[in-house]
């Protein structure tokens, strides 16, 4: 790790532009940046989830599901839409969430043939644990920005995401 204030990624950029000096090399600058960033956001995730017992997957589920608000119930369809998966997935999540004690079905008062999916106690400590694991490990990534630059930063990186969403 270079102690002189650049990164790898400047190590990398300052290799490039000796090679091929005819590029612009701004977009390497950004991106591979942002991929390293991504892949300490993916351990600092799985560290999380890991520390609750729990899948990325099963996460995104129950995670819907408390973000749903009291009394933390989903349709299956909702889910789909929430998770962005397939119906056959859903299916196969909900089951092995049931199996494990993080989710319940029960009928849906507004119509006789649907489902209601709901988070049971054990599935809400699992998720606000894994939350809360989460939220601090991403403050951490975070801490060598004020709250104005992480607020900029939010407003950059959702500006650019806006033609790709």
């Known amino acids: 790790m270079p102690t002189d204030g650049n990164d790898e990624v400047d190590l990398l950029v300052d290799a490039w532009r000796r090679e091929r ?15 390293r960033l991504a892949r300490l956001l993916d351990l600092a995730r799985r560290d999380a989830f890991t520390a609750q017992s729990i899948e990325p997957w099963e ?7 408390r973000r749903a608000g009291s009394p933390y119930q989903l ?3 909702q889910l789909l839409r929430e998770t962005m ?4 997935t859903m299916t196969n999540r909900i ?6 004690g993080l989710v319940s ?11 209601l ?3 049971t106690a054990a599935g809400k400590r699992a998720v606000d644990g894994a939350f809360e694991t989460l939220i601090a490990s991403e403050r951490e990534l975070l801490g060598e920005l004020s709250a104005s630059e992480r607020r ?3 407003g950059l990186l959702k500006r650019l995401m806006r033609p790709l969403s």
């Open 75 to 77: 349709s299956p369809g």
């Open 152 to 154: 900029e930063l939010a």
């Open 85 to 88: 998966v397939t119906s056959g």
């Open 105 to 115: 079905r029960s009928p849906d008062p507004r119509d006789r043939r649907g489902v």
């Open 117 to 119: 999916v709901g988070l």
């Open 59 to 65: 996460f995104d589920v129950l995670a819907a599901l």
């Open 95 to 100: 089951d092995r969430l049931s199996e494990r």
């Open 21 to 35: 000096a005819d590029l612009d090399l701004a977009p390497v600058e950004v991106f591979s940046r942002i991929g």
